[in-house]
Protein backbone atom coordinates (compact mmCIF):
# COMPACT_ATOMS: atom_id res chain seq x y z
CA UNK A 1 0.00 0.00 0.00
CA UNK A 2 3.07 2.22 -1.27
CA UNK A 3 0.53 5.27 -2.68
CA UNK A 4 2.52 7.83 -3.58
CA UNK A 5 5.82 8.09 -2.82
CA UNK A 6 8.80 11.14 -2.71
CA UNK A 7 12.26 11.11 -2.36
CA UNK A 8 13.73 12.59 -0.54
CA UNK A 9 12.20 13.84 2.26
CA UNK A 10 14.28 16.62 3.20
CA UNK A 11 16.94 18.83 1.03
CA UNK A 12 19.05 21.71 1.60
CA UNK A 13 21.06 22.80 -1.81
CA UNK A 14 23.10 26.18 -2.24
CA UNK A 15 22.12 28.37 -4.53
CA UNK A 16 22.44 27.61 -7.89
CA UNK A 17 22.84 24.17 -7.43
CA UNK A 18 20.36 21.55 -8.88
CA UNK A 19 18.39 18.56 -7.84
CA UNK A 20 15.78 16.61 -8.59
CA UNK A 21 12.93 15.07 -6.82
CA UNK A 22 11.00 11.97 -7.23
CA UNK A 23 7.70 10.53 -7.32
CA UNK A 24 6.41 7.33 -7.76
CA UNK A 25 2.94 5.77 -7.44
CA UNK A 26 1.49 2.70 -7.82
CA UNK A 27 -1.85 3.33 -8.46
CA UNK A 28 -1.25 3.25 -12.29
CA UNK A 29 -2.71 6.23 -12.25
CA UNK A 30 -2.89 8.74 -15.45
CA UNK A 31 -2.11 12.03 -13.94
CA UNK A 32 0.49 13.10 -11.89
CA UNK A 33 0.96 16.75 -10.43
CA UNK A 34 3.83 18.57 -8.62
CA UNK A 35 2.52 21.35 -5.94
CA UNK A 36 4.35 23.95 -3.83
CA UNK A 37 3.05 24.62 -0.60
CA UNK A 38 4.17 28.70 1.00
CA UNK A 39 3.75 29.61 4.29
CA UNK A 40 0.19 32.14 4.19
CA UNK A 41 -0.46 30.09 0.53
CA UNK A 42 -2.75 27.36 -0.74
CA UNK A 43 -0.77 24.90 -2.54
CA UNK A 44 -0.17 25.94 -6.14
CA UNK A 45 0.98 23.79 -8.91
CA UNK A 46 4.16 23.90 -10.96
CA UNK A 47 3.50 21.06 -13.52
CA UNK A 48 1.62 18.13 -14.56
CA UNK A 49 1.34 15.18 -16.51
CA UNK A 50 -2.22 13.87 -18.19
CA UNK A 51 -0.07 10.44 -19.42
CA UNK A 52 3.41 8.97 -20.13
CA UNK A 53 5.55 11.36 -22.35
CA UNK A 54 3.37 14.03 -21.80
CA UNK A 55 3.87 17.14 -19.25
CA UNK A 56 2.52 20.64 -19.31
CA UNK A 57 3.06 23.83 -17.10
CA UNK A 58 0.94 24.71 -14.04
CA UNK A 59 0.29 27.91 -11.95
CA UNK A 60 3.94 28.70 -11.24
CA UNK A 61 6.65 26.59 -13.59
CA UNK A 62 9.19 29.29 -14.29
CA UNK A 63 12.40 27.73 -12.40
CA UNK A 64 11.70 24.12 -13.01
CA UNK A 65 11.65 21.59 -14.99
CA UNK A 66 10.05 17.80 -15.50
CA UNK A 67 10.09 14.63 -16.69
CA UNK A 68 7.46 10.93 -17.36
CA UNK A 69 9.41 8.86 -19.03
CA UNK A 70 6.91 5.89 -17.53
CA UNK A 71 3.48 5.82 -16.28
CA UNK A 72 4.45 5.40 -12.56
CA UNK A 73 7.53 8.28 -12.15
CA UNK A 74 6.92 11.66 -12.63
CA UNK A 75 10.46 13.85 -12.15
CA UNK A 76 10.97 17.44 -10.81
CA UNK A 77 14.00 19.37 -11.36
CA UNK A 78 15.97 22.69 -10.71
CA UNK A 79 18.75 23.44 -12.39
CA UNK A 80 19.67 26.07 -11.18
CA UNK A 81 18.23 26.92 -7.28
CA UNK A 82 17.08 30.10 -5.71
CA UNK A 83 16.53 30.94 -2.02
CA UNK A 84 12.96 31.73 -3.81
CA UNK A 85 12.14 28.17 -4.21
CA UNK A 86 12.39 27.36 -0.59
CA UNK A 87 9.23 25.18 -0.31
CA UNK A 88 7.86 21.88 0.24
CA UNK A 89 7.06 19.94 -2.68
CA UNK A 90 4.26 17.96 -2.98
CA UNK A 91 3.34 15.25 -5.50
CA UNK A 92 0.03 13.85 -6.48
CA UNK A 93 -1.81 11.35 -8.90
CA UNK A 94 -5.32 10.86 -9.79
CA UNK A 95 -7.06 8.42 -12.31
CA UNK A 96 -8.69 10.36 -15.34
CA UNK A 97 -11.16 13.50 -14.59
CA UNK A 98 -14.39 12.76 -13.21
CA UNK A 99 -16.77 13.21 -10.29
CA UNK A 100 -15.28 10.56 -7.61
CA UNK A 101 -11.75 11.22 -8.86
CA UNK A 102 -9.73 11.50 -6.22
CA UNK A 103 -6.43 12.34 -5.42
CA UNK A 104 -3.77 10.45 -4.10
CA UNK A 105 -0.43 12.79 -2.41
CA UNK A 106 2.73 11.88 -1.36
CA UNK A 107 4.08 13.14 2.01
CA UNK A 108 6.22 16.10 0.69
CA UNK A 109 9.80 17.35 0.21
CA UNK A 110 11.19 20.03 2.46
CA UNK A 111 13.83 21.90 0.91
CA UNK A 112 15.38 24.72 1.85
CA UNK A 113 17.73 26.74 -0.63
CA UNK A 114 20.51 28.89 1.17
CA UNK B 1 -8.98 31.51 -12.46
CA UNK B 2 -10.84 29.61 -9.53
CA UNK B 3 -10.34 31.03 -6.05
CA UNK B 4 -10.83 29.12 -2.95
CA UNK B 5 -10.94 30.88 0.53
CA UNK B 6 -10.89 29.41 4.38
CA UNK B 7 -12.35 30.86 6.95
CA UNK B 8 -11.23 31.33 10.09
CA UNK B 9 -7.48 30.93 9.03
CA UNK B 10 -7.65 30.12 12.72
CA UNK B 11 -9.94 28.50 15.36
CA UNK B 12 -9.29 27.24 18.98
CA UNK B 13 -11.94 25.38 20.56
CA UNK B 14 -12.67 23.30 24.04
CA UNK B 15 -12.32 19.25 23.68
CA UNK B 16 -15.95 17.84 23.18
CA UNK B 17 -17.50 21.39 21.23
CA UNK B 18 -18.89 21.13 18.02
CA UNK B 19 -17.43 23.06 15.10
CA UNK B 20 -17.45 24.16 11.79
CA UNK B 21 -15.04 25.22 8.70
CA UNK B 22 -15.82 27.12 5.78
CA UNK B 23 -14.78 26.53 2.44
CA UNK B 24 -15.82 28.75 -0.43
CA UNK B 25 -14.76 28.71 -4.19
CA UNK B 26 -15.70 31.55 -6.83
CA UNK B 27 -16.25 29.12 -10.12
CA UNK B 28 -18.66 26.39 -9.85
CA UNK B 29 -17.50 24.15 -12.74
CA UNK B 30 -16.09 21.47 -10.83
CA UNK B 31 -15.87 17.85 -10.52
CA UNK B 32 -15.54 17.97 -6.91
CA UNK B 33 -14.62 18.85 -3.89
CA UNK B 34 -12.11 17.32 -1.59
CA UNK B 35 -11.32 17.88 2.45
CA UNK B 36 -7.89 17.35 3.26
CA UNK B 37 -6.11 17.43 6.88
CA UNK B 38 -2.66 17.99 7.28
CA UNK B 39 -0.48 17.61 10.40
CA UNK B 40 2.45 19.92 11.06
CA UNK B 41 5.36 18.78 8.69
CA UNK B 42 3.61 15.86 7.59
CA UNK B 43 1.43 15.26 4.02
CA UNK B 44 -1.94 15.57 3.07
CA UNK B 45 -4.97 12.78 4.33
CA UNK B 46 -8.14 12.82 2.12
CA UNK B 47 -10.64 13.75 4.93
CA UNK B 48 -13.77 13.61 2.29
CA UNK B 49 -14.47 13.63 -0.98
CA UNK B 50 -18.09 15.20 -2.61
CA UNK B 51 -18.99 15.02 -5.69
CA UNK B 52 -20.42 18.01 -8.06
CA UNK B 53 -23.78 16.14 -8.12
CA UNK B 54 -23.92 15.52 -4.34
CA UNK B 55 -24.90 17.37 -1.44
CA UNK B 56 -22.99 15.65 1.38
CA UNK B 57 -20.68 13.42 2.55
CA UNK B 58 -20.16 11.92 5.71
CA UNK B 59 -17.29 9.89 7.85
CA UNK B 60 -17.63 8.86 10.88
CA UNK B 61 -17.54 12.09 13.20
CA UNK B 62 -16.82 14.25 9.99
CA UNK B 63 -19.85 15.60 7.37
CA UNK B 64 -19.00 18.09 4.78
CA UNK B 65 -21.66 19.98 2.71
CA UNK B 66 -21.59 21.23 -0.89
CA UNK B 67 -23.83 24.11 -2.35
CA UNK B 68 -21.75 24.13 -5.95
CA UNK B 69 -24.57 27.01 -6.99
CA UNK B 70 -23.51 29.49 -4.37
CA UNK B 71 -19.57 27.82 -3.96
CA UNK B 72 -19.66 26.77 -0.70
CA UNK B 73 -18.61 23.81 1.51
CA UNK B 74 -18.60 23.81 5.15
CA UNK B 75 -16.59 21.21 7.42
CA UNK B 76 -18.64 20.00 11.02
CA UNK B 77 -16.54 18.10 12.98
CA UNK B 78 -19.02 16.49 15.93
CA UNK B 79 -17.54 16.28 19.48
CA UNK B 80 -14.06 17.43 18.81
CA UNK B 81 -11.12 16.06 20.96
CA UNK B 82 -7.36 16.96 21.18
CA UNK B 83 -6.46 14.49 17.79
CA UNK B 84 -8.20 16.58 15.23
CA UNK B 85 -6.10 19.51 15.86
CA UNK B 86 -4.30 19.98 12.73
CA UNK B 87 -4.88 22.15 9.87
CA UNK B 88 -7.98 21.00 7.03
CA UNK B 89 -7.92 22.26 3.55
CA UNK B 90 -10.03 22.62 1.51
CA UNK B 91 -9.60 21.66 -2.58
CA UNK B 92 -11.65 22.07 -5.30
CA UNK B 93 -11.21 19.67 -8.73
CA UNK B 94 -10.81 21.77 -11.83
CA UNK B 95 -13.31 21.02 -14.81
CA UNK B 96 -10.19 21.95 -17.11
CA UNK B 97 -7.30 19.67 -19.08
CA UNK B 98 -5.25 19.14 -16.09
CA UNK B 99 -7.75 18.36 -13.44
CA UNK B 100 -5.33 19.82 -10.93
CA UNK B 101 -6.96 21.00 -7.45
CA UNK B 102 -7.38 24.34 -6.55
CA UNK B 103 -6.49 24.98 -3.18
CA UNK B 104 -7.47 27.11 0.19
CA UNK B 105 -4.93 28.57 2.61
CA UNK B 106 -6.64 26.26 5.53
CA UNK B 107 -8.15 26.63 9.24
CA UNK B 108 -5.62 25.47 11.92
CA UNK B 109 -7.41 24.07 14.39
CA UNK B 110 -6.13 23.42 17.79
CA UNK B 111 -8.51 21.05 20.51
CA UNK B 112 -7.94 22.18 24.06
CA UNK B 113 -7.90 19.29 26.37
Known amino acids: NAGVTQTPKFRVLKTGQSMTLLCAQD?????MYWYRQDPGMGLRLIHY???????AKGEVPDGYNVSRLKKQNFLLGLESAAPSQTSVYFC?????????????FGQGTRLTVV | KQEVTQIPAALSVPEGENLVLNCSFT??????LQWFRQDPGKGLTSLLL?????REQTSGRLNASLDKSSGRSTLYIAASQPGDSATYLC????????????FGTGTRLTVIP
Open chain 2, 50 to 54: IQSSQ
Open chain 2, 91 to 102: AVSAQTGANNLF
Open chain 1, 92 to 104: ASSRVPGRNTEAF
Open chain 1, 27 to 31: MNHEY
Open chain 1, 49 to 55: SVGEGTT
Open chain 2, 27 to 32: DSAIYN
